[in-house]
């Protein structure tokens, strides 16, 4: 059974930054999880997804809220995903989730992403 594992929430200012890590374990031989992506959820909102990343070739994929902001990336060797998160806003303010799933990123809101973690809470206050 694949687990994540997030890491990196906090409360950090308006204009500041934070990097959040997912790392991942559980993997069977021939169990390919290959798209990595990150999701938020602010009280009262649904689920939005922020980014994806297909670690079999680096591609990206961004919701326009965060593009330009946000860069997600993928540490192969440690099974760990990360979001890196600048130019704070508070409404990034958000649980935020890592999620994984087997198979090509389709891009933001396509993917079917199977497996999720427990949630890191991000706070930006102003």
């Known amino acids: 059974q694949v687990q994540l594992v997030e890491s990196g929430g906090g409360s950090v200012q308006a204009g500041g930054s934070l990097r959040l890590s997912c790392a991942a374990s559980g993997y069977t031989y021939g169990y390919s999880i290959s798209c990595m992506g990150w999701f938020r959820q602010a009280p009262g909102k649904e689920r939005e997804e922020v980014a994806e990343i297909y670690t079999g070739g680096g591609n990206t994929y961004y919701a326009d809220s965060v593009k330009g902001r946000f860069t997600i990336s993928h540490d192969n060797a440690k099974n760990t995903h990360y979001l890196q998160m600048s130019s704070l806003k508070p409404e990034d303010t958000a649980m935020y989730y890592c999620?994984?799933?087997?198979?090509?990123?389709?891009?933001?809101?396509?993917?079917?992403?199977?497996?999720w973690g427990q949630g890191t809470q991000v706070t930006v206050w102003s």
């Open positions: 999620a994984a799933a087997r198979g090509l990123c389709l891009s933001i809101g396509r993917t079917v992403f199977r497996y």
